[in-house]
């Protein structure tokens, strides 16, 4: 009989490297059905091998489209299991997942706001599966029987699959994207400053920032409550945080500083803080400023580097090219957060960036303050892949993004959808304040506020990455008896 980690491998091996060494979609297809049938005995193992597949998702689709939909199809059949343990053992589960009807309402809003609109129904059902697939992964992991055994593979699985991606990450970055990246990634035709940015295996630095400040934390966790392998931990510290400032993610560096250091001051574990703070001067010294001066000596070997025609799958309004910047590119990480409030950038963003989609979003707004023009309208996943109806009408840019979680509710389900979601967060909010001798309750609180943080700058609801952790998070915190996993301090055994 297999182990719960031979399981997990041979998840991986089938799910994941079987499909890229055989690439077609039949079997991908194939593998799936594999991968299903073996979840079918062990949900934790199934629930474990989303935290590979999701992070590597847009790599795998790149190059096996048959993998697509692995990763919801791998989540409604573990959610159908967990129905059908709830409803055989009912117990409170009213008052347990009372607090997610304000989440459904609000989809429910939009829903019925899309509809009103004239939102095909085929772009509905698009933007529901991006808000909804992840959001059922409360009800599973609250109903799993985990041990504190599964709880140590969640964190490795977590820092072994950041530590590939920075790895990844840095031979992109210096190889100015023609090593280790598809065909079609090499040829996508970025701005000059995405240019110089790291986009991995997510295909997008920012999301691959919030990957990296996840996996960061979990092994700095790891470091310091752990006896073994400080040595590999310590580099793989460094290695995530060099990359991600390669990232030149603003968004998610000031959103999850804002995280590490609330969970500092909740937990006063100051020795942790110290940590962070070494692993930045040492990842800033062993990786970013080498991994630039090697991108700069590869750029004198090879010379100018041209990327094509093809458009990036990058989710913002379209940005302005500019001249390619000299080989100093070393100082582009604290340009870019100096640049943040200049006027040239206020006034670009003015016209045709995030503060146009905002006061854009306004104007919509005050014309639809009840349930808004409903999903599929205002710059969500939904409109990239089905346009807008309303685009026309408010001469709205073509494939506009709106990164910006707030507006985009006021937009797409008014006043009274926006309400719906503040109250969801509230109530997580008042859950943590109630289980706050938790020991994953500074976890999970500080998260929610770099969330909270990050929906200024992203589309934070639709974000694969993010919600998985954050909604698995929250269903473990969820789970009686899930305290006894966890010692007194909050320690892996």
């Given amino acids: 009989m297999l182990t719960r980690n031979r399981r997990i491998l041979l998840l991986i091996v089938i799910g994941v490297l079987v499909p890229l060494l055989i690439q077609h979609p039949i079997a991908a297809y194939l593998c799936t059905l594999a991968v299903l049938a073996l979840i079918f005995k062990d949900k934790v193992s199934g629930v474990l091998f989303l935290f590979v597949y999701f992070p590597l998702r847009p790599f795998l689709i790149e190059v096996n489209g048959g993998l697509k939909l692995t990763g919801d199809i791998v989540i409604l059949l573990l959610f159908?299991?967990?129905?059908?343990?709830?409803?055989?053992?009912?117990?409170?589960?009213?008052?347990?997942?009372?607090?997610?009807?304000?989440?459904?309402?609000f989809c429910?809003?939009?829903?019925?706001?899309?509809?009103?609109?004239?939102?095909?129904?085929?772009?509905?059902?698009?933007?529901?599966?991006?808000?909804?697939?992840?959001?059922l992964l409360i009800f599973i992991a609250a109903e799993l029987d985990v041990s504190?055994?599964?709880?140590?593979?969640?964190?490795?699985?977590?820092?072994?699959?950041?530590?590939?991606?920075?790895?990844?990450?840095?031979?992109?970055?210096?190889?100015?994207?023609?090593?280790?990246?598809?065909?079609?990634w090499e040829e996508w035709n970025l701005s000059s400053v995405n240019e110089m940015r790291v986009y991995g295996l997510t295909a997008n630095p920012n999301v691959l920032g919030t990957y990296l400040s996840i996996c960061l934390f979990a092994s700095l966790y790891v470091w310091q409550t752990s006896e073994k392998y400080k040595a590999w931990l310590i580099s793989a510290s460094i290695l995530m945080l060099g990359v991600l400032c390669l990232t030149f993610s603003r968004g998610s560096i000031l959103a999850f500083g804002l995280a590490y250091a609330l969970y500092f001051l909740l937990?006063?574990?100051?020795?942790?803080?110290?940590?962070?703070?070494?692993?930045?001067?040492?990842?800033?010294a062993i990786i970013y400023y080498p991994a630039n001066m090697a991108r700069d000596y590869a750029a004198a070997g090879i010379g100018d580097h041209s990327n094509g025609s093809h458009e990036a799958p990058d989710k913002t309004v379209k940005e302005e090219k500019k001249p390619v910047p000299d080989s100093r590119t070393s100082s582009t990480f604290s340009k870019r957060f100096k640049e943040m409030f200049s006027d040239?950038?206020?006034?670009?963003?003015?016209?045709?960036?995030?503060?146009?989609?905002?006061?854009?979003?306004?104007?919509?707004?005050?014309?639809?303050?009840v349930i808004g023009t409903g999903f599929g309208t205002y710059g969500d996943s939904a409109t990239l892949s089905y346009g807008s109806p309303i685009a026309e009408e408010y001469k709205l840019p073509a494939r506009m993004y709106s990164d910006n979680q707030y507006i985009q509710l006021l937009v797409e389900t008014g006043t009274i959808g926006t309400i719906l979601v503040l109250a969801f967060a509230v109530s997580i909010i008042r859950k943590c304040w109630k289980d706050r001798r938790h020991p994953l309750t500074p976890v999970l609180f500080s998260f929610l506020i770099a969330i909270l943080a990050m929906a200024l700058f992203y589309n934070v609801l639709e974000e694969k990455i993010l919600t998985l952790y954050f909604y698995a998070a929250l269903g473990y915190f969820l789970r009686e008896g899930a305290m006894k996993k966890l010692d007194s301090n909050g320690k892996l055994g």
């Fill in 344 to 369: 040239e950038i206020i006034q670009k963003s003015s016209e045709w960036g995030r503060l146009y989609v905002v006061f854009k979003g306004l104007e919509i707004y005050m014309e639809h303050p």
């Fill in 148 to 184: 504190r055994e599964d709880v140590r593979r969640f964190l490795w699985i977590t820092i072994i699959t950041g530590a590939v991606l920075s790895i990844h990450g840095l031979f992109e970055f210096i190889g100015h994207r023609t090593v280790l990246v598809p065909q079609a």
């Fill in 108 to 135: 429910l809003t939009g829903t019925i706001a899309a509809f009103v609109t004239g939102v095909g129904l085929p772009a509905i059902v698009f933007q529901n599966r991006a808000f909804i697939i992840t959001f």
């Fill in 267 to 284: 937990t006063r574990n100051w020795r942790l803080a110290v940590k962070l703070i070494i692993t930045a001067v040492a990842g800033l």
């Fill in 80 to 105: 159908l299991l967990t129905l059908v343990h709830m409803f055989r053992n009912p117990g409170s589960i009213g008052r347990k997942y009372a607090f997610t009807l304000a989440f459904i309402g």
